[in-house]
């Protein structure tokens, strides 16, 4: 079948740390791979894509880069702020499905 | 544009007690979906809507019912409510089924006593 799984959270740093965090997704077609973003009591948005392997998806200073062969979609960040504080989840959607899978999400803080 | 809307924010039931989630969205969005959101589960899809008139089962369908009002709402309802339902239900839409972006309502956090 097809899953996400995130590193386990919560994940605290300091401001102007760098950021990762892992996914890695088991996905029986050609999945497009997707970071979704929730800040406290709110909605979900999504902050990048990337739709073939090698591509790079870049929103807001994040980064994740799509690698078939390690089966990941890691997301980084050279500097982390307060505001960056959030949930973050990683997510896929295979080519022909009509729902997108989520894995369970990284609570991140980020201290002054 | 108000984007996607749920009501209500919060709400408390007791074992039994039904109720109904209302979720609207003012996009044009073709698609609409309702999810749960447990800690440490991520979202699960519990219904979608892929179109205008149709309805489909999720990942945990069970204990839940939707009904797809027209192209603009989509409601979920409880008949029977459980404390295992205890959760945070997020109502999304998207363009259409197999676009990525999926826009988020702001939630109900629902607890059953």
């Known amino acids: 079948g097809n899953s996400v799984t995130q590193m386990e959270g919560p994940v605290t740093l300091s401001e102007e740390a760098f950021l990762t965090i892992n996914c890695t997704y088991t996905?029986?077609?050609?999945?497009?791979l997707f970071w979704y973003v929730q800040y406290p009591g709110e909605g979900l948005q999504l902050l990048l894509k990337?739709?073939?392997?090698?591509d790079k998806g870049s929103n807001k200073g994040f980064e994740a880069t799509y690698r078939k062969e390690t089966t990941s979609f890691h997301l980084e960040k050279g500097s982390v702020q307060v505001s960056d504080s959030a949930v973050y989840f990683c997510a896929l959607l295979i080519q022909g499905a009509q729902k997108l899978v989520f894995g369970q999400g990284t609570r991140l803080t980020i201290n002054p | 544009n108000a984007g996607v809307t749920q009501t209500p924010k919060f709400q408390v039931l007791k074992t039994g007690q039904s109720m109904t989630l209302q979720c609207a969205q003012d996009?044009?969005?073709?698609?609409m979906y309702w999810y749960r959101q447990d800690p440490g589960m991520g979202l699960r899809l519990i219904y979608y809507s892929a179109s205008e008139g149709t309805t489909d089962k999720g990942e945990v369908p069970n204990g839940y019912n939707v009904s797809r009002l027209n192209k603009r709402e989509f409601s979920l309802r409880l008949e029977s409510a459980a404390p295992s339902q205890t959760s945070v239900y997020f109502c999304?839409?998207?363009?259409?089924?197999?676009?990525?972006?999926?826009?988020f309502g702001p939630g109900t956090r629902l607890t059953v006593t």
């Open positions: 996009m044009n969005h073709n698609s």
């Open positions: 999304a839409s998207s363009v259409g089924t197999l676009s990525y972006e999926q826009y």
């Open positions: 996905a029986t077609g050609y999945p497009s």
């Open positions: 990337a739709t073939k392997a090698d």
